[in-house]
């Protein structure tokens, strides 16, 4: 069966176990993250500076996480000000899950 090329970047993004720390963490962003000035982080998302910040890594690094799980689908970013916000796009996670059911089921046949 092939994979679509949508479907593989979402597979590859959620490879790495920082991107899956992102994932986690914005699905309860008001328990992972502290108050932030501009932008609800339910509504708006989280500001990249904190994702950052909890992850302890660089601007920069943090930066390349977060294009990469943009571009594969699963994050919706939003500028407010000079500042972009990230939270989850559920929807899309609502049909990887289903995706990912799909094809890990054949392998619950396997004694």
């Not at 390349?64 to 796009?89: A, C, E, M, N």
Request: glycine residues 6%; proline residues 7%; charged residues 25%.
């Amino acid at each position: 069966m092939m994979m679509s090329d949508h479907f593989e970047r979402q597979v590859r993004a959620i490879a790495n176990p920082q991107r899956l720390l992102i994932l986690d963490w914005l699905k309860a962003p008001r328990v992972h993250f502290r108050p932030q000035v501009d932008g609800d982080l339910v509504d708006d998302g989280v500001c990249a500076l904190l994702i950052g910040e909890k992850l302890g890594l660089s601007q920069p690094t943090t930066a390349q996480h977060l294009k990469i799980l943009v571009d594969s689908g699963l994050l919706i970013p939003k500028r407010i000000k000079k500042w972009t916000f990230y939270r989850r796009d559920e929807p899309v996670f609502t049909s990887l899950r289903k995706m990912l059911g799909d094809r890990l089921s054949p392998l619950d046949q396997i004694p």
